[in-house]
């Protein structure tokens, strides 16, 4: 299944790289010869990844988009940090070395091991895709993963001041809201009456632990020999120490189910809707037999990660519509802000999390 890895492409216009500058540092800083070659990888929206290949050793760079705060999501040494301190502990791959001299390449970054393996995507060619039994079961392994994360004890990882767990939820609730009001664009009724509702209908006590707050399945690398077992778990730029139920809605925000609508469908980042998924009320069951407990509330969950999801993309388009960045794709994440605000005002009034059309 060799013909199914991941792999870059060639460099998007206006995301190239100063290449005499990095092949020197890295000849440096790694004790290597060789020259340098890079390939980016084309499917992320937040930081940018590329394949640094040094003769036959390959690693992989990271570091933040053209124009963005470096200090908020898109903080270099802290996603390196929680690398570093994971690896004995979870599946991520090997943290290699970080630079934060902004002089080689404009913005701190980091270089990471390659680990060669699969992601599932949303149109992915039909040959790819996994039958119904395979989906089944690589969906299983992707809650369960989830699970094993928010089970790591971050004490004996050096994790345990990585975050703020008190107040972590009214937190990210009224930060949300905040960004969102700081990058809005257009007036959409149901991004404000979703704002609202969850500001309202906090839960007053949660638990605390690990999360990554971007898990899905193209974050997660899988086992080329085995697609079943997920080898690596990938893009870590807004892990923290929180609410793991928070971390579950943020999941369930980019899960998609068969019978939502049309638009959103068409919008899906990932395969939620091949045969063999469960629903996002199964994805929940999932997790909470994992898990060993029980969710009480998960309309509240579902919808603050809907509402998270919208202004990760009201955020990225209006740098698009600023000329900050002139990535096409860009031009229509207005339509995912006002679809997924939409599903999730549906949720709220039917306290449900699926079946809301």
Not at 25 to 38: D, F, V
Not at 109 to 117: A, C, I, Q
Not at 131 to 145: C, G, H, Q
Not at 254 to 267: A, E, G
């Amino acid at each position: 299944m060799n013909e199914w890895l991941d792999e870059p492409t060639s460099i998007r216009s206006g995301e190239e790289l100063s290449t005499e500058k990095l092949e020197a540092y890295l000849q440096a800083e790694l004790a290597m010869k060789e020259q340098l070659a890079i390939r980016q990888f084309p499917s992320g929206f937040s930081n940018l990844t590329y394949l640094l290949s040094l003769g036959d050793r390959q690693f992989v760079m990271r570091k933040p988009p053209i124009g963005a705060n470096v200090k908020s999501g898109h903080d270099m040494a802290r996603e390196y940090s929680v690398l570093t301190a994971l690896e004995k502990y979870f599946k991520v791959p090997k943290p290699i070395h970080f630079c934060e001299d902004e002089d080689i390449l404009g913005s701190p970054f980091y270089v990471m091991e390659r680990l060669n393996g699969v992601i599932l995507r949303a149109g992915m060619p039909d040959d790819m895709t996994p039958d119904a039994t395979l989906m089944k079961s690589i969906s299983e392994s992707w809650v369960e993963t989830l699970v094993q994360l928010h089970h790591v004890d971050i004490d004996r990882a050096g994790l345990s001041d990585f975050g703020k767990p008190k107040g972590y939820v009214e937190r990210q609730v009224s930060g949300w809201i905040n960004r969102y009001q700081k990058s809005q664009t257009d007036e959409i009724k149901e991004m404000d009456q979703v704002a609202k509702w969850l500001f309202e209908h906090q839960p007053s006590q949660y638990k605390t632990n690990l999360i990554h707050n971007d898990y899905k399945y193209d974050n997660v690398v899988l086992d080329p020999a085995d697609w079943s077992q997920i080898i690596g778990v990938l893009d870590w730029e807004m892990a923290t120490i929180g609410d793991p139920l928070m971390d579950m809605g943020t999941s369930l925000g980019y899960w998609v189910d068969t019978d939502d609508p049309p638009d959103l469908r068409k919008m899906q980042l990932n395969p939620t809707t091949s045969p063999g998924n469960p629903s996002r009320e199964e994805l929940m069951t999932l997790y909470e037999r994992f898990s060993g407990s029980v969710v009480d509330n998960p309309v509240f969950y579902y919808a603050f990660g809907l509402f998270k999801v919208s202004v990760i993309a009201q955020q990225i388009y209006s740098r698009y519509k600023a000329g900050i960045t002139k990535d096409e794709r860009f031009g229509k994440l207005i339509f995912g802000v006002k679809i997924c605000s939409q599903m999730a005002w549906q949720a709220i009034q039917k306290n449900r999390i699926s079946h809301l059309f």
